[in-house]
T-cell receptor, first 113, second 117 residues
Framework: DAKTTQPTSMDCAEGRAANLPCNHSTISGNEYVYWYRQIHSQGPQYIIHGLKNNETNEMASLIITEDRKSSTLILPHATLRDTAVYYCIVRVRSGAGSYQLTFGKGTKLSVIP | EPEVTQTPSHQVTQMGQEVILRCVPISNHLYFYWYRQILGQKVEFLVSFYNNEISEKSEIFDDQFSVERPDGSNFTLKIRSTKLEDSAMYFC???????????????FGSGTQLSVL
């Protein structure tokens, strides 16, 4: 099953930074942390991923702790359109030898005007 | 920006009927997937497909399900005899680098809502 723990829900004021935490204390050395989001039953949308270094792209920043047991997704200036369920996923090697995306329940982020 | 396209957006069918859900993956992608999401539940993996064959499938993907890439652009999911519990949103996804690559990014379509009556 999913190897991550996330808060069920969070609120964030519009224009402020949204910081979404994720615990993955059993992560292995070669497993990546991925973040996806799902806006109101649309298809999941890739946001960012990383292994051990912090990452930034046009959507978000990903901060991974040095021991890799937790990470934080940062949306620097949240807008109403960022209201969604955010999934933190550790890609785990399946029995067939591939790395599958296993979605948990995620964090429902509500951006408030 | 290229995207995964799914048709139809909604499909209503009678129990026991066959349905085919269609997807057009991103054109230079080589790996294709189906996921589903029952209302209020998690997104679940069904099957992955590469080089014209199934790479991996979940326990959900039983003999009632099949996938096909009938031409160079379409990727389909067929449910042979639908059951009430097949009602769900079905998402197609594609990726360029595949599930054995650590840097794989999946791009999802907007889904087909299947309602079995």
């Amino acid at each position: 099953d999913a190897k991550t723990t996330q808060p069920t829900s969070m609120d964030c004021a519009e224009g402020r930074a949204a910081n979404l935490p994720c615990n993955h204390s059993t992560i292995s050395g070669n497993e990546y942390v991925y973040w996806y989001r799902q806006i109101h039953s649309q298809g999941p949308q890739y946001i960012i991923h990383g292994l051990k270094n912090n990452e930034t792209n046009e959507m978000a920043s990903l901060i991974i702790t040095e021991d890799r047991k937790s990470s934080t997704l940062i949306l620097p200036h949240a807008t109403l359109r960022d209201t969604a369920v955010y999934y933190c996923i550790v890609r785990v090697r399946s029995g067939a030898g591939s790395y599958q995306l296993t979605f948990g329940k995620g964090t429902k982020l509500s951006v408030i005007p | 920006e290229p995207e995964v396209t799914q048709t139809p957006s909604h499909q209503v069918t009678q129990m026991g009927q066959e349905v085919i859900l269609r997807c057009v993956p991103i054109s230079n992608h080589l790996y294709f997937y189906w996921y589903r999401q029952i209302l209020g539940q998690k997104v679940e993996f069904l099957v992955s497909f590469y080089n014209n064959e199934i790479s991996e499938k979940s326990e959900i993907f039983d003999d009632q399900f099949s996938v096909e890439r009938p031409d160079g652009s379409n990727f389909t999911l067929k449910i042979r005899s639908t059951k009430l519990e097949d009602s769900a949103m079905y998402f197609c996804a594609s990726s360029r680098s595949g599930p054995r690559g650590a840097n794989e990014k999946l791009f999802f379509g907007s889904g087909t809502q299947l309602s079995v009556l």
